[in-house]
């Protein structure tokens, strides 16, 4: 952690830090393959320019869920071995609570429209 001192100075000599936004999006995953793939995707998100954190700690969804809410992220991305199975992932609104099912191949283009990430 630094200290006060050393960031009033830093900010004297003009260092401007970035402004610190909170996550749009938390990807839970359950099951060793779906932790796995998880990581892809969290990667992949990030790549497209949105702001992605998930579980580091293997807790069971309702864990992951609650952090997702802590968190204040917008969409939940639910990762487990029988969405890898079916090659889809589902999406949960985190205001509104619906979810919703979608193509795996589909989560970038779906995510990037609704936050407004980059598209290559």
Known sequence: MISKAVLVAMESQGVKFPIQRSSQVFVAAIGEKAVRESVKIVQELRQRGLLVERDYLARSLKSQLKTADRLGVL???ILGEIELQKQEVVIRNMSSGEQKKIAYENLVVYLGEKLGGKER
């Open 75 to 77: 969409y939940t991305v």
